[in-house]
């Protein structure tokens, strides 16, 4: 299998999210993934996007969302970045936890990790926040 790589930059905007959840649907089904790897890439891609927009860069035009998708021997790889402050993932209430049921925070961790067979967070040197997601076939 060849390894193909695709990037994008979008505008820090809700609108984003369906553009880029398209985007990897195409590249998905390009790399011969099945429906439901590509409904987990799709439901995983959107809470990534929509937590960049919204709480990294805080739906501030000027910043961009950065998205890598790469088709390798492990599986489909995205990358999103956005150019906010950065977090820390584990600060972040576990939303399974009964005291947290209510809360609004945490619901998109927990999707993309219940979606993809990897997620991992870091935070920029140039500044703000990477996820890393990866989806076997």
């Not at 996007?49 to 998708?69: L, R, W, Y």
């Not at 956005?82 to 619901?107: A, Y």
């Amino acid at each position: 299998m060849s390894e193909e790589t695709k990037e994008f930059k979008f505008p820090s905007r809700i609108d984003s999210v369906e553009k880029a959840a398209s985007e990897a649907e195409n590249f998905a089904l390009q790399s011969g993934f099945s429906e439901d790897a590509r409904s987990a890439i799709d439901m995983a891609m959107r809470e990534a996007v929509a937590n960049a927009v919204k709480h990294g860069n805080k739906e501030d035009e000027t910043k961009k969302v950065e998205i890598a998708f790469k088709n390798s021997s492990e599986g489909f790889e995205i990358t999103v970045r956005d150019f906010g402050e950065g977090f820390n993932v584990e600060e972040i209430p576990d939303p399974t936890n009964p005291e947290n049921l209510l809360k609004e925070n945490g619901r998109g961790i927990l999707f993309m990790r219940t979606f993809m067979d990897r997620v991992e967070w870091f935070n920029h040197a140039g500044g703000g926040m990477i996820v890393k997601m990866l989806k076997r076939q």
